[in-house]
């Protein structure tokens, strides 16, 4: 089982980046989908967590009203639209499945999610 993110890239403050998280080997259904962040030598971020119903998605207060979840109908892809993006955005971005439910918590935190993409770059200019 593999994931595969990409759509990272530069952009200018206030301009919008749509990152793909695609599953490889298995699909999204049943499970929560996390995307993270982490500018390195920085702690992880936990950005929003998808449910496995695609039902319910949660965001981390610094990109709530501006960034979206989202999943595709075959359950294959997941996407995480990113608009009005700042400076503080910039980081390396990661998606991660976990087969199950959990808290925004626990989501966040990251330790459950077993599988794990490679990270795509995002970069905001002011």
């Known amino acids: 089982f593999q994931l595969q993110a990409s759509g990272g890239g530069l952009v200018q403050a206030g301009g919008s980046l749509r990152l793909s998280c695609a599953a490889s080997g298995f699909t999204f259904d049943n499970y929560t989908v996390g995307w993270f962040r982490q500018v390195p030598g920085k702690k992880r971020e936990g950005v929003s967590c998808l449910s496995s119903d695609d039902v319910s998605a949660d965001y981390a207060d610094s990109v709530k009203g501006r960034f979206t979840v989202s999943r595709d109908t075959a359950g294959s892809t997941v996407y995480l639209q990113m608009n009005s993006l700042r400076p503080e955005d910039t980081a390396d971005y990661y998606c991660?499945?976990?087969?199950?439910?959990?808290?925004?918590?626990?989501?966040?935190?990251?330790?459950?999610?077993?599988?794990w993409g490679q990270g795509t770059q995002v970069t905001v200019s002011s």
């Open positions: 991660a499945a976990y087969r199950g439910d959990t808290s925004w918590i626990l989501c966040v935190a990251g330790a459950e999610f077993g599988i």
